[in-house]
DNA sequence: AATGAATGAGACTTCATTCAT
DNA sequence: AATGAATGAAGTCTCATTCAT
């Protein structure tokens, strides 16, 4: 039909829209973000951006859940086929570099941002929550790694995550803290929590 | 004499301006707080602040470095008597909990504030690093806690810290998170750091 | 042939439209009544409205001059059998309240119109007021209602009129004061028009 | 006090912004007014607009009651040498003919305002209508007017000169409609109030 | 030194109108 | 002829900063 024509037009000045957010999100921070900047980074008049959402709460809502979604996704894809713990933190790692400069504005502004955008990253959270707790239960019952409260363990690395991205500006101020520290903070954690001294590990691996 | 009756007065107002910043900063929120804000809780003028800061940016830095300083006096006073690792993250704790508000408004919005403001912010850390590196160096030494580097312990525990100051809101919706947590996260990050399986944290208390 | 058929369509989608600013108009008030609105109502694009109209301006105008073609020529229907301006009066306010919403709106923001709308609307009451003018000058020199410039007679009738429907609102929160007080108003305005105390009106309907 | 020259200069300017506003509101229409154009008309900035007044609905609100008082004390003024109908009403006349423009606009534009701004214009009427019907009650009793409920009587009065004001455009284009109307309107009313056909009253003055 | 009224740049949002399909 | 996405002018409102007193 003719409205395919239009509607594949529609849709991708939404998408022009959605990406220049993601990416002035990325690069400005989700608050420094006028509407203008997203309407001058996706090539379209200010007022197109208010066709596409009802207002700006609305906007970084819908870039949050979208790119909520697709994490959650990319996720669940990589939580797929891990069976241990260890796999499980590797994937979740991928997945955040993935998308490093927008999750580390997320995690950082988190809390400025508007309920509805804050509850979507909630969510994201649990969804790798469920996956990571999962596992970290069978690997304590296997008494690979230490008896501890289930949310103290996915807390402790989601906090060690949070604090790199947060001072990424410090560790790595060229950008992609996680590309460069992601691999060292998997191994102290797992350390940490197999309580072996990292002896355990290097022995293992032998 | 007259001059010396005027310095008085123009720093006791200063005083009063910076109080009041801090405490405004801790109830609504750094970037929230508004000039007028700060103003009335100081019972001056709006044009007061102006006379005493340069604009915005110059008032949050010396809020901040003030309260930095404060926090790193604060930390040294009560390292002085600790010897071991797990008294000094207890003082870490403490000092924290007198300042919970505010710290937590700079730890949740540290990457927006102007770079004076979040250099002075990176400093209050290095105080408190300076202290638990070494007592950690010490019971590493000593074989009391898991080798590791030095900065992974530190980063560890603030990183701990830092996420449950920052998700506060979910763990404790009625604030004061460090006073319901404080002693978990305490107990929490002294097994990780001994990797003893929490077995040799009972026997200790014994 | 194929042009009669669009001319057809054409002709099909301009009455919806007509009819969907009539009801709109009647609804939300004829300034408050945006584009969109009529479309929607009309069940049409947004932009079709905009093939038939040149502008807002004259759509309004349009639809203002179309439904007072309609009230004058339902005026004069009525009219034809009525010899007495009570009985006038009485299909005055029946034509009236068979558009009372739109109507009203019209008696309201009337001042607010494009001048185009507004001579429309003018136009509509000297069609009224040739009617009851040529009645009234008749019950004069009967000597039914009392002497008195034709177009104060006019004028006051109107004045009533329009004073209820403007103030509907507080005389008939729920809509159809004309249903309500049509009756009382034109019993009220009859006896001042006659002059005769209320008694004669009493003693006629006996 | 030093406070007194600050205060003098603030209520200056609030006077000039009020004044600026009666002014332009009494020109263009109370809507169609601006924010804008209400700082150009009193020489001051868009934002000392705001500085005085919370918002644009606060603002028209204030003007509306500002008017509504000093009419309703002119009323109350001229009400008090008055013991009958006829006088009180050519006082009535002769206090909107002081603010004509602006009252034109108040009727034409009452049912459009902010709620807080029209119940204002509703006080203003019946503070007017508590003296006329005293008034013209006891005129009724003493058998000079028509018996007929106040209301009646009060609404008729409004209705005819709120028509002429509103119809000002076509009765008298050049303005002042009821420097022009209200005499006659005047006599025509008590004319159709006493229902004496026009006799009594040239008896009456004789 | 303190005051607080005034300023104006800048942000969001609405909606009549245009135009490519 | 109909569509509806895109446009951009215009309006309200906020707040750091200035300045005369």
Redo the contacts with the bound molecule.
């Keep these: 039909m003719?409205?395919n024509?239009?509607?594949l037009?529609?849709e991708?000045?939404?998408r022009k829209i959605l990406d220049a957010a993601f990416s002035e999100f990325g690069a400005r921070g989700i608050m420094a973000t006028?509407?203008?900047d997203i309407a001058k980074a996706a090539g379209?008049?200010?007022?197109?951006v208010?066709?596409?959402f009802?207002?700006?709460?609305a906007m970084i809502t819908t870039v949050i859940e979208e790119f909520g979604g697709k994490m959650t996704l990319r996720t669940h894809e990589l939580a797929c086929d891990c069976r241990e713990v260890r796999e499980l933190l590797a994937a979740h790692l991928t997945s955040i570099m993935e998308f490093e400069d927008f999750y580390t504005r997320l995690v950082v502004e988190a809390r400025l941002l508007p309920t509805a955008a804050r509850d979507t990253f909630i969510m994201i959270q649990s969804a790798v929550s469920f996956h990571i707790n999962q596992a970290a239960q069978r690997e304590m019952d296997a008494g690979n790694i230490r008896a501890m409260p289930l949310a103290l363990f996915f807390n402790t690395w989601m906090a060690l995550i949070h604090y790199y991205l947060s001072n990424g500006y410090l560790f790595a101020p060229e950008g992609c803290v996680m590309k460069r520290y992601g691999g060292m903070l998997l191994e102290h954690f797992m350390g940490l929590a197999r309580g072996d001294c990292g002896e355990k590990e290097t022995a293992e691996n032998a």
């Design positions: 003719k409205n024509q239009r509607q037009q529609k991708q000045t939404r006028r509407m203008q379209v008049s200010h007022g197109t208010f066709a596409h009802a207002n700006y709460e």
